[in-house]
C-alpha cells in the first residue's frame, strides 16, 4: 500500500507554486464519472417529478436547462478547486473566446441569449401554433439555438431563436385559443332572404365546436353578381388552423342539408345572352 500511495503522490509537473500529483490526475476522471452518474439520476428523478405537476411543458424545459448548466459550473468548480487552478488562468482564454465572438459567433451567441429569452419571458411556448411567414406549425421544442416546429404537412422545421424575436410572428395560441372564423355562401337570386339567414344561423349555432360567447352572427353581405352573399362569424377553441378548416367544412355540410330541405338553391354562375336582331337557321346544302 505505501508503494500505491508513493506512486500516487508522485509530482507530475508544477505551475504557480502548486504540484500536481498522479493521484489528482487519475482522480479527475473518477470525478467525471461519478458526475455524470449523479447527474443522470438526478436528472430522471427530476424530470418524472416535473411532469407528475401541473406545470407547463416550456417551464418544465426551462427548470430542465437551469438544472443542466447549474451542475456544470458546481463540477467544473470542483475539479479546478482540487486540481488548485486559480481562476486568473482562464482570463487569456476569455479573451480569446471575446475575440472569436467579435469575428464569428455573434449568431451563435445571439441565437443562445434568444434561446434563452424564449424560454424566461414565454411569448412563444411548446405546444403553440405559429405562423411564419408562409410557414404554419406547431413548436415542439425550444432548444438554446434553434426551435423546433413541426408543420402543418408534419414536415419538421428548425428556426434560429433570434428570428422568432426580431422578426413578427403570429402566435395563435399566445393568450387563448380563441379563434374566429367565417363561412361564406350565396345564394341564388329570389331566395327567402330571411330564412337563408334563419337557416345558416341554426347551422352555425348548433355546432357543439362554437362558441356561445361571442355568439355566432350572420350578415347579409352583399348583392353580388350571381348570388346574394351571406357570412356567417363564429369563434372556438383552435389549436390550429386544422381545427378551424374541420369546423369549416362541418358547418357548409350543415347548412348544405338545411338549404336542400327547404329547396333554396346555392347559386353558381350564369350568364344571361340577348341577341339583337333577327335570329335565323341557315341550312347547309347537302
Do not use: C
Not at 42 to 47: A, E, G, N, Q
Not at 54 to 64: A, G, K, S, V, W
Not at 162 to 183: A, C, P
Not at 254 to 266: H, S, T, Y
Amino acid at each position: 500500500m505505501e508503494i500505491i500511495f508513493q506512486f500516487l503522490a508522485k509530482p507530475l509537473f508544477s505551475y504557480s507554486e502548486h504540484t500536481i500529483t498522479v493521484g489528482q490526475v487519475l482522480l479527475f476522471p473518477a470525478i467525471i464519472l461519478l458526475a455524470w452518474v449523479f447527474f443522470r439520476k438526478s436528472y430522471k428523478f427530476m424530470t418524472k417529478r416535473l411532469e407528475r405537476s401541473e406545470l407547463p411543458p416550456d417551464m418544465i424545459l426551462l427548470l430542465q436547462r437551469i438544472y443542466v448548466i447549474v451542475v456544470l459550473i458546481v463540477v467544473v468548480l470542483i475539479i479546478l478547486d482540487m486540481l488548485k487552478v486559480p481562476l486568473g488562468a482562464f482570463a487569456f482564454i476569455s479573451g480569446a473566446i471575446a475575440i472569436g465572438v467579435g469575428f464569428g459567433a455573434q449568431n451563435i451567441i445571439n441565437n443562445f441569449i434568444s434561446g434563452w429569452i424564449l424560454m424566461w419571458e414565454r411569448p412563444i411556448r411548446i405546444g403553440d401554433f405559429l405562423e411564419i411567414g408562409d410557414a404554419k406549425g406547431t413548436v415542439e421544442t425550444i432548444n438554446t439555438r434553434s426551435t423546433r416546429i413541426r408543420r402543418t404537412d408534419g414536415v419538421h422545421m428548425l428556426v434560429p431563436n433570434s428570428q422568432l424575436l426580431e422578426n413578427m410572428v403570429v402566435n395563435w395560441t399566445l393568450m387563448d385559443k380563441k379563434t374566429r372564423s367565417i363561412v361564406r355562401v350565396g345564394v341564388a337570386y329570389g331566395s327567402p332572404v330571411k330564412l337563408v339567414a334563419d337557416l345558416i344561423m341554426k347551422a352555425t349555432d348548433e355546432h357543439p365546436e362554437t362558441m356561445d360567447d361571442p355568439k355566432p352572427v350572420v350578415f347579409f353581405e352583399d348583392f353580388g353578381d350571381n348570388a346574394l352573399i351571406f357570412d356567417s362569424y363564429f369563434w372556438i377553441d383552435a389549436a390550429g388552423e386544422r381545427d378551424l378548416r374541420k369546423v369549416r367544412s362541418e358547418v357548409r355540410f350543415r347548412i348544405a342539408e338545411l338549404f336542400d330541405e327547404a329547396g333554396i338553391v346555392i347559386a353558381f354562375p350564369q350568364r344571361d345572352v340577348h341577341i339583337d336582331g333577327e335570329l335565323k337557321i341557315i341550312e347547309k346544302d347537302s
